[in-house]
């Protein structure tokens, strides 16, 4: 199948959980939309946890922006460097929990990811590695303290960026105190006062 039908599905799947949520990802649906027969899916993506995680490692714009945010960081003072990745990972984990959601609640689903995550395939882990990267190459700089964990620091900013995005989710961006960009900035602040030189 062309690369423009499997480009069209990952859209239409995005499309999908944007406009009418996670509970209408179908195959049938995400066919319908891209104008494609549902077997272009199959053929695709395997299985509906295939298109989950592609989705998920590919089709979102707020993964790209992540993915920028972390190639554009080693330009940056630590500080500003640092609250552009929280506030890209707060927008990473607002899209991508519902789609995660889907995934979870079908253990059939979530032995078929695994499997291709150890297969090779990009998951998950993909947004703290990339924070670890920088963080680790900016100890190398010399701008970090080379007592901190690269990794432990990285699950630091990533779970606290998804826990906001989680509590924004489900209980509404009007009980938080702050606004994501607030959020994004207290977040980077408290991971750089463990890691400051």
Same mark, same amino acid.
Do not use: W
């Given at each position: ?9 990952? @859209? ?6 944007? $406009?009418?949520? @996670?509970?209408?990802? =179908? ?72 789609? =995660?959601?889907?995934? +979870? ?15 090779? @395939?990009?998951?998950? $882990?993909?947004?703290? +590695? ?6 680790? @190459?900016? $100890? ?21 960026? $998804? ?26 602040? =408290?991971? +750089? ?5």
């Amino acid at each position: 199948m062309a690369p423009a039908t499997r480009e069209r599905i990952l @859209a239409a799947a995005v499309r999908v959980l944007q $406009q009418r949520g @996670a509970a209408h990802l =179908t195959t049938r649906e995400v066919a319908r939309v891209a104008g494609c027969a549902e077997g272009s899916i199959f053929k695709n993506f395997r299985d509906k946890a295939g298109l989950l995680g592609a989705v998920l490692c590919e089709g979102l714009p707020e993964l790209e922006a992540l993915r920028r945010s972390a190639a554009e960081a080693p330009t940056r003072p630590v500080r500003e460097a640092l609250v552009a990745l929280a506030r890209a990972a707060i927008d990473f984990y607002a899209a991508s929990l519902p789609i =995660t959601a889907v995934l +979870l609640t079908d253990p059939t689903l979530v032995a078929r990811h695994r499997e291709a995550i150890r297969a090779g @395939a990009p998951g998950p $882990q993909q947004a703290h +590695l990339e924070v670890a990267e920088y963080l680790r @190459a900016e $100890q190398e700089r010399g701008r970090l303290s080379p007592a901190a964990d690269p990794r432990a620091t990285a699950l630091l900013l990533c779970g606290a960026a $998804q826990h906001r995005a989680l509590l924004e989710l489900v209980a509404g961006p009007s009980v938080l105190p702050d606004d994501r960009d607030a959020a994004a900035t207290a977040i980077a602040d =408290t991971v +750089l006062s463990g890691l400051a030189r």
